[in-house]
């Protein structure tokens, strides 16, 4: 085994010196593109496609050409590909919000050494943010929930939105700052307890304020929420352009798709820039002096409160920002959608992917989602497809039909993603892409031991 891994190694090595490492991803592209494109409806080959990333990220290539690559890949290749099987827009898309999360969550976690187990709360904060402004909800204050007058107008035109983008992010980390201002002289477990508290606060708020006057509907939900402005003339241009190439027209409601993927990718864009520069800097180093050892750094001078209110407020902002994205996207919020569970699932995202470590925060939320998203649901769908045909299982001869449905693969996420936690911690307790630090703790530790 050990050989083995060894000889994988040694060809890993030779295969990213001089231009191969450009002509294996540049082939890997164009064979992934080429096989999704005839097959759309192929998982494996949409995984190989989505597989060049990390090739991108792991082989040492000029980061002109990382970026060219992944430019090609995500805004000229996966559109096209995305609008003959939708579903694929969706899965980058969903990829792309808990990305953004996982990287908001790292900030208070990975950098600040602070456990959050209620970050939802920020995310609720944008959703319900252009959830009340951009529907019409302003006007049904006094309402009897799940009812509307016909004829109700909105309270905002819809291209408002991208303003709300901004404002979401500013009104979450304002609630991140209240709510550091009274906890963040606690820390350890304590801290831990009061930040699910104040996530489920929220959660309850938004499902009880409907009544005596109705601000968020209640469990039902608001709906309908405005999109961004598509004129039609974009929309016959775009077809123009494009519908050869994807097959046949495409409707408004699949560019919409196409929009928020896109907007998706530019905010996770952004966020990583920030992460990146925020980590290099003066405040980052005091975010790990304090995760480090919050007694040593209140005596080099650290301001302790400051620093960690700023670390919540970072942090927030970023679900803010995607809490509007997603409730213009799904065009509904409800409180469902930001369950206590929900805080842990990006926390998994984290843990996963490494804590700390920016591309390790993206790989997990990747995949956790593609875990969620296309292998346990496609596992769930064969067997559904099995159950209805007369097939039988060999050697045992076991109907499929009489294969009970409590033992589909999707019932089983939480258990799944539980398992792989405790092997992480097991087996490599820094993530998957470890941290630099982390890689250089491991080092010395190493040549200790030795």
């Known amino acids: 085994m050990e050989k083995a891994i060894t000889a994988l190694k040694s060809f890993l090595a030779k ?51 990382k970026a060219l690559a992944i430019a090609i890949l995500l805004l000229g290749i996966m559109p096209i590909l995305g609008l003959r099987n939708i579903f694929y827009l969706e899965v980058i898309f969903q990829i792309s919000v808990f990305a953004a999360l996982a990287l908001g969550l790292n900030i208070v976690v990975g950098f600040a050494g602070l456990l959050n187990l209620g970050y939802a709360a920020f995310y609720a904060v944008g959703a319900y943010l252009w959830g009340f402004f951009g529907s019409q909800q302003m006007f049904l204050l006094n309402e009897t929930p799940g009812t509307a007058p016909a004829g109700t107008p909105f309270f905002l035109p819809q291209d408002y939105f991208y303003l709300f983008l901004i404002l979401g992010a500013i009104v979450a980390s304002v609630i991140g700052l209240l709510l550091g201002l009274p906890v963040l002289r606690v820390r350890g477990d304590y801290l831990a307890i009061v930040t699910l508290g104040f996530g489920e606060v929220i959660r309850v708020l938004a499902n009880n304020l409907d009544k005596p006057i109705n601000l968020t509907n209640g469990p039902q939900g608001i709906t309908p929420i405005q999109r961004p402005t598509l004129t039609p003339e974009f929309l016959e241009g775009f077809n123009s352009l494009f519908s050869g190439a994807i097959g046949r027209p495409v409707s408004a409601g699949e560019l919409y798709n196409v929009l928020f993927y896109m907007l998706s990718l530019l905010i996770v864009a ?47 902002s970023f679900a803010g920002t995607m809490g509007v994205l997603v409730a213009a996207s799904r065009t ?48 769930s769908l064969y067997l559904s ?23 589909d693969p999707a019932k089983y996420q939480r258990l799944l993603f539980g398992l792989i936690l405790i092997l992480m911690m097991i087996f490599r307790p820094g993530g998957l892409i470890p941290a630099e630090r982390r890689k250089r703790e491991a080092i010395v530790e190493k040549t200790k031991s030795e």
């Open 332 to 379: 509904f919020v409800s409180p469902e959608s930001f369950s206590f569970m929900q805080s842990i699932g990006v926390l998994t995202m984290v843990i996963l992917g490494g804590v700390g470590s920016i591309p390790g925060v993206i790989l997990g939320a990747a995949v956790v989602t593609i875990l969620n998203l296309q292998v346990l649901q496609g596992l």
């Open 385 to 407: 497809q099995l159950r209805q045909s007369d097939a039988v299982i060999p050697l045992i001869n076991f109907a499929w039909r009489d294969l009970s449905t409590q033992l």
């Open 15 to 65: 295969l990213g010196q001089g231009y191969a490492p450009y002509f294996v991803i540049l082939v890997h592209i164009v064979l992934g593109a080429v096989l999704v494109y005839a097959s759309p409806r192929s998982t494996i080959a949409f995984l190989f496609l989505l597989a060049a990333l990390a090739e991108i990220y792991y082989f040492k290539v000029h980061n002109g050409f």
């Open 270 to 316: 952004i966020i990583i820039l920030v992460a990146r520069n925020l980590e290099d800097s003066k405040l980052g180093r005091a975010w790990t002096a304090i995760r480090e050892d919050e007694t040593a750094a209140i005596a080099m001078g650290i301001p302790l409160v400051k620093m960690k209110l700023a670390a919540f407020a970072v942090g927030a």
